[in-house]
């Protein structure tokens, strides 16, 4: 076992039913193939061993990680000719195959199967229909269930069986490990280098600088985000919201404006203003709520306050009625080269270049959260924005076949989503044209 870190040790020597919870990238997949491998070489004639993934590519990816630990610690007992390895099986001389499937959202392709030993990766990202349909596959066995995961929020299978819901999963044993131990505690060697722990730290420290505590717990420290609460807690709204309105304008100073727009009385319009006070510091400085009124007159607002403020940047919701403000404030002189379009179906580039998967409203949310939780975001001491900010409501919805979303609402929102709006405008500043597509 030289190389593998003490937990994952832990978890190579443990029996039975056992469930992994962990940080990212800490080496769950590594361990899981090499269990799986181990159980077959030394239970001969067992029952096919089955690694199941939500993804194609996760599958392939234990695939060829189970056959690599199998060619540098046991190369002879690897079927050759007709029954050597193929993209989802590999059959061992002593009768034992080991299986690597994805499941989709329903597990159909694995119904036929009568299963020996069932590993589920990335668990907690697997529909309900899938545990439903695999579990009878054990049942003429009596096989273990080995279940790994990073956590998707504090709801199903895998997190009820993590914690043990109504004590109907005594038969498992519990390890956990985070992504910050593993990377600071990992033994140096050929395969885990001083260059590599210390690159590791900095995109951990990256990570919690760019994150909410919520978002960098569930990531890597293995702790879950609640299903349904508070997306702002009282502790932190009130640590935040200590501002009076000011007296003046000055010229001189960063401004940006955030616009939620509402139907003709079906809500409030609302006008969000921040100044970006240094590059770590941003501070409201006034909320303006419009009830009833046309979305004509909202642009004539936004142009009147253009004048004042000289604005870095508008921010406009242009989805439904708000596209007539955004198009007003796009035609106008004064306004047209600092607007920009800020709705809830966009979506932003990763650093790689590739589409996230959450939407641009749920990131304005998470960064809002993320400057506020770190004491960066100063906010106006304002029943309105106070009511706002409480009534904003976090959970994660899974359906099966689909993404799991991230869905965020609130009955009193339209000053939050103002907020949002400018604020995130604040904090990208100078490279407004590069951060959306």
Request: aromatic share 8%; proline share 3%.
């Amino acid at each position: 076992m030289i190389g593998w870190d003490k937990w994952q040790k832990d978890f190579l020597e443990c029996k039975g039913d056992k469930i992994l919870c962990t940080g990212r990238q800490v080496g769950k997949s590594e361990v899981c193939s090499a269990d799986a491998v181990e159980f077959a070489v030394n239970n001969p004639k067992t029952k096919p061993i089955v690694i199941i993934a939500p993804l194609e590519k996760q599958a392939y990816s234990l695939f060829s990680k189970a056959l690599a630990y199998l060619q540098n610690n046991y190369p002879n007992m690897i079927c050759k000719k007709k029954d050597k390895p193929t993209q989802t099986r590999i059959k061992l001389t002593n009768g034992v195959e080991i299986y690597c499937l994805p499941v989709g959202a329903n597990g159909l392709n694995i119904r036929f199967l009568t299963i020996g030993r069932l590993y589920i990766d990335e668990a907690s990202r697997v529909p309900p229909e899938v545990y439903t349909a695999v579990q009878p596959a054990l049942l003429t066995t009596g096989g273990d269930t080995i279940l790994l995961s990073t956590l998707n929020g504090a709801i199903g299978d895998f997190y009820e069986c993590w914690i043990n819901k109504d004590n109907a999963y005594n038969s498992f044993t519990r390890i956990s490990v985070n992504s910050e131990f593993v990377v600071t505690n990992r033994e140096i060697s050929e395969t885990w280098t001083e260059k590599q722990r210390i690159g590791a730290i900095q995109k951990l420290e990256q990570a919690k600088a760019r994150m909410s505590q919520a978002e960098y717990a569930q990531e890597y420290l293995a702790i879950a985000m609640l299903d349904m609460s508070r997306f702002f807690k009282d502790e932190l709204i009130e640590k935040c919201c200590v501002l009076q309105r000011r007296g003046g304008i000055s010229p001189n100073k960063k401004y940006y404006l955030g616009c939620d727009v509402a139907a003709m009385g079906e809500d409030d319009s609302t006008i969000e203003i921040v100044e970006k006070v240094s590059k770590d510091r941003i501070e409201q400085v006034e909320n303006l709520i419009e009830s009833r009124v046309y979305t004509t007159q909202t642009s004539e607002k936004i142009i009147f306050l253009q004048d004042l403020y000289k604005f870095k940047a508008i921010g406009i919701d242009d989805n439904g009625v708000g596209f007539g403000v955004f198009s007003e404030c796009m035609t106008n002189n004064k306004t047209k080269a600092i607007t920009h379009s800020m709705n809830n179906e966009k979506r932003l580039l990763d650093e790689d270049g590739e589409k996230s998967k959450r939407l641009f409203k749920v990131e304005m949310y998470f960064r809002m959260l993320a400057w506020m939780e770190q004491g960066k975001i100063k906010l106006l001491d304002d029943k309105e924005v106070i009511e706002s900010l409480k009534s904003i409501q976090f959970k994660l919805e899974l359906k099966p076949g689909e993404a799991t979303r991230h869905v965020i609402s609130g009955n009193y929102s339209h000053v939050v989503e103002g907020l949002i709006r400018s604020i995130w405008l604040a904090i990208e500043d100078d490279s407004l044209d590069l951060w959306i597509r």
